[in-house]
């Protein structure tokens, strides 16, 4: 689950990170009442305007202004707010149709009062996958062009692996603020805000932490001037507080109606619906589809029962994207029985009355051969298949 920037700043201040401090507003009146209030909170002259969505990369698409004065910091937020903002982590990139902003965060002027003195960094903490180790990626060449950085200077850009049954230690939080060219108090200050980022990162069962710039400014102190972060699905039952953070207009549509039903759905790219149960099943019907000659739309994980009401369900969501030519149905039937997946198909296909598109089941697993003659005596345009070649096969048949 992805939050906004203030909401990760809010739990990075409650592990005692220091923030650029500011308010959340959906208004041009409360931002100016916002920018009064952090003047008279932190001394800031200026304000930064920062469009509230779930992309990076907003400063190129114009949704990061820095506002000298209220007439600005109204132009600013009357422009952003409502504005259809196109990243290059938007969907589409910055040819897509990008995301309305419909927040915005006015922040403190974290540079003043001297911006030569100041220095960005990038922070960012996530999962290794590979080595199965939280890793600490960072570099001195901080702010919207670490991507380039990465791509081209890839000896800039560090990784700290931290093993999980010891925790970070000291000697850690010291070599990244080594490696960045801090001493003095701002290396006091970089292990400090290292040690508390990795704190907040663990005791909210996050999987990413990412401060882009991480800053140095003209007093020695590190803070975090952006903040994006993602919580592990998986472990929400355990934060009710994060949960209740959720933004679900930041969400397709579709994956959040499938949330509703009980059904894990990614939207992909492709021209093949799968309707699947099971992680594993799935990427193995994704790969087949993608030797068959086509391309997964979609990752639709239905679970362990599949009944006709949700594969109705499944059927809709495949169906409202246009670039579906056929849907590819891959059940095993270990917990559930094949012959009522076969007739929960049938009845859902029934129910929906008129479906335009190629439709393939294939059914394995427990009374498989009696949910194959369900499917082809229902006198419906639905085509059966028992071992997987065979429905590869029908795919790459009917899309050709």
């Known amino acids: 689950m992805n939050l906004h920037e203030y909401q990760g ?7 005692g990170v220091k923030i650029q401090r500011g308010y959340v507003v959906e208004s041009v009146e409360e931002a100016v009442k916002a920018f009064n209030r952090l003047k008279e909170e932190t001394g800031t002259k200026f304000a930064v305007v920062k469009a509230q969505i779930h992309a990076g990369g907003r400063g190129k698409g114009g949704g990061v202004k820095l506002a000298k004065n209220e007439a600005e910091l109204k132009e600013h937020a009357d422009n952003i707010l409502g504005m259809m903002l196109k990243t290059p982590q938007t969907p589409g990139g910055l040819d897509g149709e990008g ?24 922070v960012s903490i996530m999962m290794d996958r590979e080595t199965k180790r939280n890793v600490i990626i960072y570099s001195t060449e901080g702010g919207m062009n670490i991507e380039e950085v990465a791509e081209e200077t ?17 000697y850690q939080a010291r070599k990244i603020a080594f ?6 108090k701002s290396f006091k200050e970089m292990t400090k805000f290292i040690s508390k980022l990795y704190s907040a990162f663990v005791k909210n069962d996050l999987s990413l932490i990412e401060i882009n710039p991480c800053l140095k400014n003209c007093e020695d102190e590190i803070l975090a001037v952006d903040c994006k972060t993602t919580v592990d699905d998986n472990a929400l039952f355990r934060h009710p507080e994060l949960a209740a953070m959720r933004d679900t207009s930041e969400e397709d549509p579709a994956e959040v109606e499938a949330k509703e039903f009980g059904l894990n759905y990614v939207k992909l790219d492709g021209n093949v619906g799968c309707m699947v149960n099971g992680a594993g099943l799935a ?13 997964p739309a979609n990752f639709l994980d239905v679970g362990g029962t599949a009944d006709a009401e949700r594969v109705e369900n499944a059927f809709k969501i495949i169906l409202r994207d246009p670039n579906v030519k056929a849907i590819l149905i891959n059940i095993f039937g270990g917990i559930v029985r094949c012959d009522r997946v076969a007739q929960g198909v049938v009845d859902a296909y029934k129910n929906m009355g008129n479906i335009s598109v190629p439709i393939i089941v294939r059914l394995q697993g427990t009374n498989a051969e ?11 345009e639905v085509r059966s298949a028992v071992v997987l070649q065979e429905a590869a096969d029908i795919v790459k048949e009917v899309l050709s």
């Open 179 to 184: 490696n960045l060219g801090l001493s003095g």
């Open 154 to 170: 890839p000896h800039l850009v560090h990784k700290e692996y931290i093993d999980a049954r010891l925790g970070m230690q000291g």
């Open 99 to 122: 995301k309305l902003v419909q927040k915005i965060l006015v922040a403190e002027d974290s540079y003043a009062p001297d911006f030569d003195a100041c220095k960005e960094f990038y």
């Open 283 to 295: 990427m193995a019907t994704m790969d087949i589809i993608k030797l068959s000659g086509g391309s």
């Open 9 to 15: 700043k809010e739990i990075l201040a409650n592990g």
């Open 370 to 380: 009696i949910a194959k003659e369900l499917i082809d005596n229902s006198g419906l």
